[in-house]
């Protein structure tokens, strides 16, 4: 199941070969097939809007709305992003400038506290989602030039700056180890020059330190580091 922007959201099933099939419609973004019962499956398009089908190896899959209702003023990113708890998959969250949550897999949805430690929330919108593996109450959102963090499932949020690029480079991707790992990793584009700087940082701390400039790696790294 992959997001093509312009082009909606295509399926292939496990017996389709080389051949994708047309899922959802809209400029499609993230997507997501349930580990244990791969017959549930959503798609996103723009502004935050969630789509799910219950019968997703299908010839024509049937596809209704699954995510939050909104308020007018909720203030939604054009490119949705739909994240899952990688130890219980029927946990999602989906970002708008706050964090809404769903423990039935897109049954009902709450939208998490905006609370934030010594500090404000921002009201820009969520760029990426975070869930660490096994422990699902440590999460981590990014907005421009900040990340937030919570260990309580998203009652209190602690935000973060050190070691954080400048304006123009901003955080695109987020990876959180295993705890006993207990690391963050970050990966940021720099809008006037495309290259991508790959951050660590330890999640009991406040600090992101920034390593080797990568060409166009760390975006792409980020995302298999467990």
């Known amino acids: 199941l992959g997001g093509t922007q312009d082009n909606g959201t295509n399926l292939r099933t496990d017996v389709g070969g080389t051949a994708w099939s047309f899922f959802s419609g809209g400029d499609g973004f993230q997507c997501f097939i349930h580990p244990e019962v791969p017959s549930i499956a959503f798609s996103t398009f723009q502004f935050a809007e969630v789509l799910r089908t219950k019968n997703a190896s299908s010839s024509f899959p ?10 007018a003023n909720e203030k939604k990113p054009f490119f949705s992003v739909l994240k899952a708890d990688p130890s219980n998959p029927s946990t999602l969250y989906l970002a708008t ?23 404000a929330w921002s009201e820009d919108t969520v760029r990426t989602i975070a869930v660490a593996p096994g422990v699902g109450n440590t999460i981590m959102g990014d907005k421009t030039n900040r990340i937030y963090r919570t260990y309580d499932g998203g009652a209190l949020w ?32 720099d809008i006037r020059q495309g290259r991508r700087p790959l951050l660590a940082g330890d999640c009991q701390g406040l600090q ?19």
Do not use: Q
Request: charged share 15%; proline share 7%.
């Open 62 to 71: 049937a596809v209704v709305s699954s995510g939050p209702i909104f308020a």
């Open 208 to 226: 992101f330190a920034g390593s080797d400039v990568l060409s166009d790696g760390a975006e792409i790294l980020v995302r298999s580091v467990r």
């Open 158 to 189: 602690t935000a973060i700056t050190g070691g954080l690029p400048g304006p123009r480079r901003n955080v695109t991707s987020i990876a959180l180890s295993p705890p006993k790992r207990n690391r963050a990793f970050g990966g940021c584009r």
């Open 97 to 119: 400038h706050r964090v809404w949550k769903s423990t039935t897999a897109g049954e009902s949805w709450i939208p998490l506290s905006t609370n934030v430690a010594a500090g």
